[in-house]
């Protein structure tokens, strides 16, 4: 059974930009969450989505979005990129809330 | 104060020791614990998931929840180099909202 797969693995960007990632959850799974991944902060929970539906959100600006379509993929975009963006973006799917979670190897975001 | 507390380490042990890793927490409505394995430049992988307090064994890997206590442990038994890794604790109310520990560095030396 293919894993959690997020692309793409790395991102160079430059600050004022923005950025889409991907993440395809395992078959099956239709809840996927989001998380960013920093030296300081550790994992910190960005949103939860189900069935298409935001269920959960983290304490983050309202530059990070996402969206979960039919098919159970999801996206995350960043608008207006900040040095502090800079992480590794970890996706996670579990068949629901109270099933464990597994994640994706996650993409890195370098901001320029 | 964070909601989850756990030692950034680095653990430094010799193969074949018993390692013993812990969180603790402040928040009583944690129903779920999980430990996770995170390689260099890897996601992290489930090792251990648990409901409640008590504890579940999975061939070398002990985790122990003490709900009274608000603390956590995941042991790992005859510890091998390839065992050396970031272990992190995360915890949730029972919804898909993770909140992790900061992760203890592990290294298993021959």
């Known amino acids: 059974k293919a894993g959690v797969t997020q692309t793409p693995r790395y991102l160079i960007k430059t600050r004022g930009q923005q950025v889409t990632l991907s993440c395809s959850p395992i078959?099956?799974?239709?809840?996927v969450s989001w998380y960013q991944q920093t030296p300081g902060q550790g994992l910190q929970f960005l949103f939860e989505?189900?069935?298409?539906?935001?269920?959960n959100k983290g304490n983050f600006p309202g530059r990070f979005s996402g969206r979960q379509f039919s098919n159970s993929r999801s996206e995350m975009n960043v608008s207006t990129l900040e040095l502090g963006d800079s992480a590794l973006y970890l996706c996670?799917?579990?068949?629901?809330?109270?099933?464990?979670?597994?994640f994706g190897d996650g993409t890195r975001l370098s901001i320029l | 104060q964070k909601e989850v507390e756990q030692d950034p380490g680095p653990l430094s042990v010799p193969e074949g020791a018993i390692v013993s890793l812990n969180c603790t927490y402040s928040?009583?409505?944690?129903?779920?614990f999980m430990w996770y394995r995170q390689y260099s430049r890897k996601g992290p992988e489930l090792l251990m998931y648990t409901y409640s307090s008590g504890n579940k064994e999975d061939g070398r890997f002990t985790a122990q929840v003490d709900k009274s206590s608000k603390y956590i442990s995941l042991f790992i038994r005859d510890s091998q180099p390839s065992d050396s890794a970031t272990y992190l604790c995360?915890?949730?109310?029972?919804?898909?909202?993770?909140?992790f520990g900061t992760g203890t560095r592990l290294q298993v030396f021959p």
């Open positions: 078959s099956g799974h239709r809840s």
């Open positions: 995360a915890m949730n109310e029972g919804t898909d909202k993770l909140i």
């Open positions: 996670a799917s579990s068949v629901e809330g109270t099933k464990p979670q597994h």
């Open positions: 989505y189900f069935s298409e539906t935001q269920r």
């Open positions: 928040n009583s409505a944690f129903q779920y």
